[in-house]
């Protein structure tokens, strides 16, 4: 990653090399701020492979450590977790109940500052544990994250289905 | 409004007045930062208001009208909406089988820059025009903003149901 960020600003720098004062500032600026997005955006993204991990593997603790401390899980027809020990419970609840097998799809993230969305959609398969069942199963997700001491976090989660059963 | 921030910037001079001149800056500053923030969130307010007088009145181009250009409206059990055209198109549906009769409760407003995100909670009755059945309603909504050449629109919007129906 280091490397990457010295090798792009170096570029940065031979290209701001040839223009004027001003307009050296102003590429070398706007060229940091999207490699910032770029980063941040790459974190946003692993940070949704972790969640898919933890869904994958029914592990209710990487689902809790992938939130803020203020963090808020809104799964459809069920009551908010809200704040860590919340979190874990709904999440220890949901995989006492079924086993997950999906993939998300991201759709798009926005970054603001330290705040960011990303709208998604989940296809897979449910296994109810309690007969056996597997069924397919698919969401539409919405995600507020928070950067947190450098690090981006889920701050609230929200799903819902885009039809009837 | 406009007489609100004279008095409040007035006060905040009086005060700064006592200060050394880095203690006065600093004051200034957060003083200034406090009202953008109470102003950003009066305006979320409002536009919460907006919207719930828009569902209660039936009113799908106001709907429409408190979106961004490139929102998306995630309803349960429905295809999103994505952009103007297909906003307006899914609230006309909507407010052809249903008439609701419902108030907001807002549990968080969180700002950052041009991009916020608000949780409420929904109570009240829908009215189902096919039967005339009227029966309690209640969703829980996660909201993302996005200010747009001064104006606080929805940007993205989903909700769901906390309970089995």
Chains 1, 2 share one sequence.
Request: glycine share 4%; aromatic share 10%; no cysteine.
């Amino acid at each position: 990653m280091k490397k990457t960020i010295i090798i792009l600003a170096s570029s940065i720098l031979l290209v701001a090399f040839g223009k004027s004062s001003i307009q050296k500032k102003e590429y070398i600026q706007t060229k940091k701020s999207e490699i910032m997005t770029s980063e941040n955006r790459l974190q946003i993204e692993n940070l949704l492979a972790e969640y898919q991990k933890a869904l994958v593997n029914s592990d209710a603790k990487l689902a809790q450590f992938l939130y803020t401390k203020d963090g808020i899980f809104m799964p459809t027809e069920a009551p908010s977790g809200v704040g860590k020990e919340e979190i874990l419970k709904s999440y220890e609840f949901v995989f006492s109940q079924i086993q997950l097998d999906i993939v998300f799809d991201i759709k798009e993230i926005e970054i603001e500052g330290d705040m960011a969305f990303a709208v998604t959609n989940s296809e897979g398969t449910v296994h109810i544990l309690a007969n056996g069942v597997k069924a397919p199963e698919s969401n539409r997700e919405l995600f507020v994250f928070k950067k947190v001491s450098g690090e981006w976090k889920i701050a609230r989660y929200m799903f819902n289905k885009t039809s009837a059963k």
